[in-house]
């Protein structure tokens, strides 16, 4: 076997988010604050010269076939600095559902996919077993729903069999979280380990 072109920080921190997760604990002990959530990345088979691509998708536990905010993201290295780049698909609805059905995602290419404006977040491995992920200052994450650009934060710490998000939706005029996160990270566990492609 070839030796992997990556650091071992690159491809642990890849190898912690790869799977399949969900905060159902969380959502028992504050159901007022929290839903129950099931997560999805899943590995993608593109832009393995430049590190790792992932499929993300979530939905309500309670209604696993409807998924909402599909996404790539990319794991990437420059002179040791890892960072996270986000992507919005084209014709997301040709590969909703991938978290449960992964062959819906065979098809996709990076011409599918176009870079979000703002949405790159930069990582610092602030224990043995921890990295952090967090926005660049004074960027401003922007995606376009339905029509409207919408403005996020966002934001994760990875270890080996838990993840916790930071995602918020943020009101681009008072700068105020308005949805997501409101009450602290969605904390979630990985009930499911995939493969690195």
Known sequence: ??????S???????????????????????????VPVRLWHCPLGIWRDRGFAFYAEQSNALKLDQPYRPRVF??????????????QITDAATVRGGGRS???LSALTPKDLTPLPGCTLTVTHPAAEKFSARPNPHSKCQ????????QVSLGFDAEPKALQTHDKGINPETGQAIWGALMGPYCYQKISTYALI
């Open 8 to 34: 071992k920080s690159l491809t642990t921190l890849a190898a912690y988010l790869a799977g399949e997760f969900d905060n159902q604990a969380q959502a028992r002990e504050e159901p007022v604050w929290y």
């Open 1 to 6: 076997m070839a030796p992997s072109p990556f």
């Open 143 to 150: 995606l376009p729903v339905d029509g409207t650009v919408r």
């Open 102 to 104: 992964p062959a819906l």
């Open 74 to 87: 990319l794991l990437s290295e420059t002179a040791g600095q890892i960072q996270v780049d986000y992507y």
